[in-house]
C-alpha cells in the first residue's frame, strides 16, 4: 500500500471518529459548532483542528496522522474504555487492571538486556580485531531474540522504539565528535536492517519516534546534541549509500516522504536541516517539496528574527 493510500485510510478513520463524536452531542436546540461541543466533552481542540485540515485542506503527513490516532484512542481509553475495568466480572480473580502496564515494563528490561548484550559483544568482538562476520553473527542472533519477543505486534513494536532510543543505546548520553558518528552506525546498522527484514513496520516506527524528538521544542541555550545524534541518524538511514540502508530503501522499508512532511509542517534548526539533507539526497523528494520546504525556511527564519 503507497504512502498517499495510508493517509487516506488514516484520515478517513480520524475524521469520522471527530465527527461522531462531537455529532453524538449535538442536543441543543441550535446547532452548536465542534468548538463548543469538544470543550464540553473534553476532546482537545488540537483534534477539531485537524479533522478541519483533513476535510478543507491538504492531507497531513503520516506522523501527524499516526500521533493524532493515537491521542485519539488514549482519549477514547479514558473517557470510555477504562471505565470497563470497575464493571468487570467480580469473580474473575484474573483480570488485574495493572497488567498489561506491568507486562510492558518487563518486555521493555527484556528488549533492553538484549539489546546491550549486542552492544557488549560486538565492542568485545572489535577489541580482538574480529572480522564483520561476528557481528552479522551477534546481530542475527540479538535479532532472532528480539523478534521472539515483538512478533510484529503494534504493541511490542513500540516498546523496542523506546528502548532504542533511550540515551546510551542509538543516542549516545553526551556530545560526541562527528568522527565517532561511522562506529556508531556500524554498530547498530547491522541490527536494525535484520531487525526490518523480519519486522515490516519497524522501520517506519523508529523513523517516526526519531522525527517526532527532531520537531519537539527545544529550550533555547540547551544542550542540544541529543538533537544533533537523531538528525545524524536520519541522515544516514536515508541516504547512506551502504549496502544495509540501501538494500531497506529499495524495499520499500522506509517512508521519506512522511519524514520531510513532518519537517515541513514543523520547521526548526534540525528538521530544516534534514529536510534539506533529504532533498539533496533524493530527485524525487526535490521535484516534489523543493517549494514548500524553501516557504517553511523562510517562515522559520521570519520567526527566529522576530523572537
Not at 86 to 105: F, G, K, M, N, V
Not at 131 to 141: I, T, Y
Amino acid at each position: 500500500m503507497s504512502t498517499t493510500a495510508i493517509r487516506a485510510v488514516y484520515s478517513t478513520a480520524f475524521s469520522r471518529f471527530v465527527t461522531g463524536m462531537t455529532d453524538m452531542e449535538q442536543t441543543s436546540k441550535y446547532k452548536q459548532t465542534m468548538f463548543d461541543i469538544a470543550n464540553e466533552v473534553g476532546l482537545p481542540e488540537s483534534m477539531i483542528q485537524l479533522r478541519h485540515d483533513i476535510i478543507h485542506g491538504e492531507m497531513p503527513s503520516l506522523v501527524a496522522l499516526r500521533k493524532a490516532s493515537q491521542q485519539a484512542l488514549q482519549w477514547l481509553y479514558e473517557q470510555y474504555w477504562g471505565y470497563l475495568d470497575d464493571i468487570r466480572d467480580p469473580l474473575d480473580e484474573t483480570a488485574d487492571p495493572d497488567a498489561t502496564i506491568e507486562e510492558s515494563q518487563s518486555l521493555k528490561v527484556k528488549l533492553k538486556d538484549i539489546a546491550r548484550n549486542y552492544v557488549k559483544s560486538c565492542l568485545k568482538s572489535t577489541e580482538k580485531n574480529r572480522d564483520d562476520a561476528l557481528r552479522k553473527s551477534l546481530a542475527s542472533h540479538a535479532c532472532r531474540e528480539i523478534v521472539n519477543i515483538c512478533h510484529d505486534d503494534a504493541k511490542r513494536l513500540p516498546l523496542l522504539v523506546d528502548v532504542l532510543m533511550e540515551r546510551k543505546m542509538l543516542l549516545p548520553s553526551r556530545k560526541i565528535p562527528t568522527t565517532s558518528l561511522p562506529s556508531i552506525f556500524a554498530l547498530w546498522s547491522p541490527l536494525l536492517t535484520r531487525l526490518a527484514f523480519h519486522q515490516a513496520h519497524f522501520l517506519v516506527l523508529l523513523t517516526e519516534a526519531m522525527t517526532l524528538n527532531l520537531i519537539i521544542p527545544f529550550p533555547s541555550g540547551s544542550d542540544s546534541s541529543h538533537l544533533e545524534a537523531v538528525y545524524h541518524w536520519l541522515t544516514h538511514i536515508f541516504t547512506s549509500s551502504t549496502s544495509f540502508w540501501r538494500s531497506a530503501r529499495k524495499r520499500g522499508l522506509l517512508i521519506p516522504d512522511s519524514v520531510v512532511q513532518t519537517c515541513i509542517e514543523n520547521p526548526n534548526l534540525w528538521s530544516m536541516k534534514l529536510a534539506k539533507e533529504l532533498l539533496d539526497g533524493c530527485v524525487d523528494l526535490r521535484e516534489k517539496y523543493e517549494n514548500r520546504v524553501s516557504s517553511a525556511m523562510r517562515r522559520f527564519e521570519l520567526e527566529r528574527v522576530e523572537r
